[in-house]
C-alpha cells in the first residue's frame, strides 16, 4: 500500500511538472523574473534619456532660421556599445530611443547603414531598372546631413554571494546597470549633451532556487 501511494504521488508530481501555461501580459508591467537585464530595465532607461535629451536647452542652438518652419534637430542615432557581463542587444536599445525620440516632434532621424543601404538598391533600381520615368526617379547627391549624433554604452556591476549559515542559506545577486547617452555637435564635435540612468536589482535566491 505504501508504495503504491508513493508511485502515486510521484506520478502527481511529474505531471505537474510537465504542465505548462502562456498568457499575455501589459509590456508596461515590471518585470521581476531575475536580475538580468529585462524590459523594465529597457523602458525605465530609455524613457528617462529621451525625457532628458527632449529637454534639453542646448537644443535650442539649432534653432536656426535657415531651416524654415520645419525646427526640428537631425539626427543620427550611432552605436551604445554593450560593456555589460551579459548579452544584451544594445541595438534594440538605440532603436528604441531613437523611435521615441521622433515620435516627440522635436527630432528628425537620418536612416543608419542599414537604411543607407537600402536607399542605395532603391536608387540603383529607380536608374537603372528601366521602369521608372527619369524625371520622377530619385537621385543620390541630395541627402541632409545630421545635426547631431546620439551614442553611448551601458555598463554593468555584477556581484555574488554565495550561501552561508549566516546568510540563513541565502544566495545573493547584485545587479547595478548605468547607460550613459551622449549628443554631439557634427559641426563641431562638441558634446552639448550628456546624461546617464542608473539600476539596482538584488536577489535572494533559498536552497531549493533555481538559480
Known amino acids: 500500500m505504501k508504495k503504491m501511494s508513493r508511485a502515486l504521488v510521484l506520478l502527481t508530481l511529474a505531471a505537474v511538472s510537465g504542465c505548462s501555461s502562456t498568457r499575455y501580459g501589459d509590456p508596461k508591467d515590471t518585470e521581476t523574473t531575475n536580475v538580468d537585464w529585462g524590459s523594465t530595465d529597457l523602458q525605465t532607461m530609455s524613457g528617462k534619456m529621451v525625457e532628458s535629451l527632449k529637454s534639453s536647452p542646448s537644443l535650442a542652438y539649432f534653432d536656426r532660421h535657415d531651416k524654415g518652419e520645419d525646427k526640428r534637430v537631425i539626427c543620427f542615432m550611432g552605436g551604445i556599445r554593450n560593456e555589460t557581463s551579459e548579452h544584451v542587444n544594445t541595438a534594440a536599445v538605440g532603436d528604441v530611443i531613437r523611435t521615441d525620440l521622433f515620435q516627440s516632434g522635436r527630432f528628425r532621424f537620418v536612416a543608419d547603414k542599414s537604411g543607407q543601404e537600402e536607399i542605395g538598391e532603391q536608387v540603383h533600381f529607380q536608374q537603372e531598372s528601366g521602369r521608372f520615368d527619369s524625371k520622377r526617379a530619385m537621385e543620390f547627391g541630395k541627402q541632409i546631413g545630421a545635426e547631431v549624433v546620439v551614442y553611448g554604452a551601458l555598463t554593468s556591476i555584477d556581484k ?22 551622449n549628443a554631439a555637435n557634427v559641426e563641431t564635435g562638441e558634446i552639448i549633451w550628456s546624461d546617464k540612468s542608473e539600476i539596482r536589482k538584488t536577489q535572494k535566491t533559498g536552497l531549493f532556487g533555481a538559480r
Open 160 to 181: 555574488k554571494k554565495g550561501r552561508s549559515i549566516e546568510s540563513g542559506g541565502l544566495k545573493t545577486e547584485d545587479n547595478f546597470l548605468m547607460l550613459v547617452l
